[in-house]
């Protein structure tokens, strides 16, 4: 569900507004990032669902950021109030520097861990230009199958090979690395939210459709049959069999636990 429609109908939805704080903070919004990130702890406790609540790095970072949006407000502000007319008395002098100290220090730990990257060993914290540098420069990952939620596009890569997904086929694969094993294959109703169905159903012909074209995507970049159909399952189901490693890295704003 897009972000807007999500908030239009549930304003006390921690995660949309941290989303929210975000790009008003990414685009200098610092007011409107201050409402939003206040919101987004301040409904914290009270979510009608866990499923859109955030995480403790997310929880931690809204506090980063809260702190920030206000020390930029309370920093422009106070560069205004110079321009003001003060006939009677002289405005205070305050000094600036530590301000900005604590502001370059809370946004070199938000860069640090700006993105999320999975592997086959565990969860790791990384920057976007390390990000940026495994997938566009890094020679040491032959034989990875990289899906990277860069900032523009989704991205798949596997080897020296590299295309570009759609949304839906970049979600599904996800799923099937991170959430899919021999023991815990994906069935429709696991799945149903990739292929923007109307209804509360998708048809198993809908799903494995998906999955063929998910499989042709990476028979683009040469990468081995990873997906599986489980015959134990009385339902449709797939699952990744584990036979490449891969990296899955994705931006800590985007992420729904």
């Not at 919101?39 to 931690?60: G, P, R, V």
């Not at 920030?68 to 007319?85: C, G, H, I, Q, W």
């Not at 815990?184 to 169905?197: A, C």
Request: contains cysteine; proline residues 2%.
């Amino acid at each position: 569900m897009a972000l807007k429609k999500v908030f239009r109908y549930d304003r006390s939805n921690p995660i949309a507004n941290y989303r929210l704080g975000f790009l008003a903070y990414k685009y200098h919004r610092h007011s409107d990032a201050v409402l939003y990130f206040k919101n987004a702890i301040d409904y914290q406790t009270y979510a009608q669902s866990q499923d859109w609540k955030m995480n403790e790095e997310q929880l931690y970072r809204a506090h980063l950021y809260l702190v920030n949006s206000y020390l930029f407000v309370a920093s422009r502000t106070y560069e205004k109030m110079k321009d003001l007319p003060m006939p009677e008395q002289e405005l205070t002098q305050y000094e600036l520097s530590p301000i900005f100290d604590i502001i370059n220090k809370n946004e070199m730990y938000l860069n640090r861990h700006a993105f999320v990257r999975y592997t086959n060993e565990g969860r790791f914290f990384c920057s976007k230009e390390e990000c940026d540098d495994i997938f566009y420069e890094s020679d040491a990952v032959d034989n990875i199958l990289i899906l990277y939620f860069s900032d523009r596009n989704y991205l798949l890569k596997f080897n020296d090979k590299s295309i570009v997904l759609t949304a839906k086929f970049a979600e599904l694969l996800k799923d099937l690395l991170l959430n899919s094993s021999k023991d815990q294959s994906l069935t429709v109703r696991n799945v149903k939210e990739y292929f923007n169905s109307k209804s509360e159903d998708v048809s198993k012909d809908t799903y494995k459709q998906g999955i063929r074209r998910l499989r042709r995507k990476l028979e683009e970049i040469g990468t081995p049959d990873i997906i599986v159909n489980d015959p134990n399952n009385k339902e449709l189901a797939y699952y990744f069999n584990g036979t490449v490693q891969f990296m899955v890295m994705e931006r800590v704003e985007e992420i729904i636990d």
